[in-house]
């Protein structure tokens, strides 16, 4: 059973049925929304948005069949490090197949970014009264802090439930600054909801990439990407405030997020998403597709320019908000990748594969999608001196000085080519 949250509520909305469970998300699968569910929401009927599982599964009386998984759960499916941290818990073999798939699902489903969770997964018991930790005991601990935590007595199950490869905690804040695991403050004593990073590894050079994080969120800022709040770096840990939580006086409204791996349709993970169809994808559910066209495409610019190669289509969602818009979601997982240990090459290109995108061909692309190319190729024209302009921005917000030197001649060959772009 799914459950959405809607409201100050989490609703019982959908089942999915899989035909062999051991084949993980290769199995084929139903899903289903509940008759109650749909009775109460029968106004929104084709809807797309916060109270549908997926832009993929409309709000629907039909069944929704597929010969994989539904892309939207491997959304909810604990990923990269948090995937790690659950087969160790669940005392799972470790496996490269998809036989753990299922077990992690029903177990690690619970906490998922979005508004989207595996009943099962759900905690069985209201947030207890434990006091949270000091700052000091995450910084001074890092990825073991959970492990701490939890020999501490404190209820940890939700703190794992954001993907990537890097370990990542998903914690809550009370009004005294103590830090609790998500799902273990109520929300009428929340203050901040925080996605806390830390590095891939001890390398010096993971390091660096989690440092030059905030500095790069501050540069897109500038350079007019769609950022939320301020990215805070300390002693090797990164507290990265979330969006899909709006936290207000006694209440947090839960945002919808779905990632442009889910609204392609793609379920599966590692798969390089051309982008002509992570924007169709896009265009086809957001509220304005011109201008989530244009937001992502000045992604994809700042991508190029500096050097951001880890752009995989989990790396970007939507958010789905309460009246009903759809819309691209602040940027995350934006930092210097080139500069990773393990050489990242740039995930997801356009179909002529070049390094170097052909603005003016792009401009052509986004035409039937929804951003008139005359719109478009003057839009991207216009991005060129802006662009000229990162090598001091960089400077300005402190780009560690040999990144910003190594994006210097990317950043040169980005506006030239957005410079050419025809009139």
């Not at 489903?109 to 989207?116: K, L, M, S, T």
Request: net charge negative; aromatic share 8%.
């Amino acid at each position: 059973m799914l459950e959405l949250r809607l409201g100050d509520a989490w609703i019982a909305a959908a089942s999915v049925a899989f035909a062999d469970r051991a084949a993980g998300i290769t199995s084929a699968s139903r899903v289903d929304y509940d008759f109650d569910y749909l009775a109460a929401h029968s106004e929104h009927l084709g809807e797309r948005g916060i109270r549908a599982l997926s832009c993929q599964i409309p709000l629907s009386y039909q069944s929704f069949d597929g010969r994989r998984w539904p892309a939207f759960l491997l959304d909810v499916m604990p990923s990269g490090a948090a995937r790690r941290h659950w087969e160790a818990r669940l005392g799972l073999p470790a496996t490269e197949g998809y036989g753990n798939d299922f077990a992690l699902l029903v177990a690690g489903g619970g906490h998922a970014p979005g508004n989207v969770r595996v009943a099962s997964a759900a905690p069985v018991s209201e947030p207890g009264s434990h006091p949270g930790f000091p700052r000091a005991d995450v910084l001074e601990r890092a990825a073991a802090f959970i492990e701490y935590a939890r020999a501490s007595g404190a209820p940890v199950s939700g703190s794992s439930g954001a993907g990537g490869d890097a370990p990542k905690f998903l914690l809550r804040e009370d009004a005294h600054g103590r830090l609790h695991a998500e799902g273990a403050l109520p929300d009428a004593r929340t203050r901040r909801a925080w996605l806390v990073k830390f590095p891939r590894t001890p390398d010096a050079r993971d390091k660096l990439v989690l440092r030059a994080e905030a500095a790069y969120h501050r540069v897109a800022r500038r350079f007019g990407a769609r950022v939320h709040g301020e990215l805070v770096w300390e002693r090797d840990t990164l507290f990265c405030p979330r969006f899909d939580r709006i936290v207000s006086e006694e209440t947090i409204t839960y945002l919808g997020m779905e990632s442009l791996c889910s609204l392609a349709g793609v379920a599966d993970f590692g798969v390089p998403i051309p982008k002509e169809d992570q924007a169709r994808s896009l265009a086809a559910c957001v509220t304005e597709p011109s201008v989530e066209l244009r937001e992502l495409l000045l992604r994809d610019v700042l991508d190029v320019a500096l050097g951001n190669t880890d752009n995989h289509a989990r790396n970007t969602a939507v958010l789905k908000f309460p009246d009903g818009r759809i819309a691209l979601s602040p940027l995350f997982d934006f930092a210097p990748m080139f500069v990773d240990p393990r050489g990242i090459a740039r995930t997801c290109r356009w179909r002529d594969g070049a390094a170097y995108p052909d603005w003016a061909a792009i401009a052509e692309a986004m035409a039937p999608l929804g951003l008139p190319l005359s719109e478009a190729r003057a839009w991207l024209r216009s991005l060129a001196p802006r662009v000229r302009t990162l090598p001091a921005i960089m400077r300005e917000e402190a780009v560690p000085a040999d990144i910003a030197e190594s994006c210097e001649e990317g950043i040169a060959r980005v506006a030239k080519g957005l410079a050419e772009v025809p009139a």
